[in-house]
Nanobody, 122 residues
Framework: QVQLVESGGGLVQAGGSLRLSCAAS????????MGWFRQAPGKEREFVAR????????FYADSVKGRFTISRDNAKNTVYLQMNSLKPEDTAVYYC???????????????WGQGTQVTVSS
């Protein structure tokens, strides 16, 4: 069982930056693929980024590639999402997720945080 708690969301102007954090409970954090997803009002939850168990491999959605960076610190049981050059279309609730399968689908993740709101004003 893994419990995930996101933080770091907020209101930022277009072009600005935010850093999201996701703290995980338990001693098996390093055994999970970690991902970030987001959901805007009226839209499906979509994949943003994921990182392998060691953090050595990362993968991004095309919409955020070159602007967002996912990283993890297994000693701190924490995964991060650094978001730069934010756009109004990045506005959404951001969720971190942990899974054994991972991948770009929400079905590859078994554990989810409660989400943190990111709002980008134009």
């Amino acid at each position: 069982q893994v419990q995930l708690v996101e933080s770091g969301g907020g209101l930022v102007q277009a072009g600005g930056s935010l850093r999201l954090s996701c703290a995980a409970s338990g001693r098996t954090f390093s055994s999970y693929v970690m991902g970030w997803f987001r959901q805007a009002p009226g839209k499906e939850r979509e994949f943003v980024a994921r990182t392998s168990r060691s953090g050595g491999n990362t993968f991004y959605a095309d919409s955020v590639k070159g602007r967002f960076t996912i990283s993890r610190d297994n000693a701190k049981n924490t995964v991060y999402l650094q978001m730069n050059s934010l756009k109004p279309e990045d506005t959404a609730v951001y969720y971190c997720a942990a899974g054994s399968t991972g991948g770009g689908s929400r079905y590859g993740y078994s554990y989810w945080g409660q989400g943190t709101q990111v709002t980008v004003s134009s």
